[in-house]
C-alpha cells in the first residue's frame, strides 16, 4: 500500500497545480481508508 501511495505522490507532483488540486482529495480519501482499514484490523486481532 505504502509504495503504491508514494508512487502517487510522486505522480502527483509531476502534474500541474490544479489537477494536483483535484487529485489530493481523492488520494486522501483513499489514505484515510486504507488507515480506518488497518486499524480495524488492529482491532480485530487485539480482540
Given at each position: 500500500m505504502w509504495p503504491l501511495f508514494r508512487a502517487r505522490?510522486?505522480?502527483v507532483e509531476g502534474l500541474p497545480p490544479f489537477l494536483d488540486i483535484a487529485v489530493m482529495p481523492f488520494v486522501a480519501?483513499?489514505?484515510a481508508d486504507s488507515a480506518d482499514d488497518l486499524n480495524r484490523?488492529?482491532?480485530?486481532?487485539a480482540e
Open positions: 505522490l510522486r505522480l480519501t483513499m489514505v484490523e488492529g482491532v480485530e486481532h
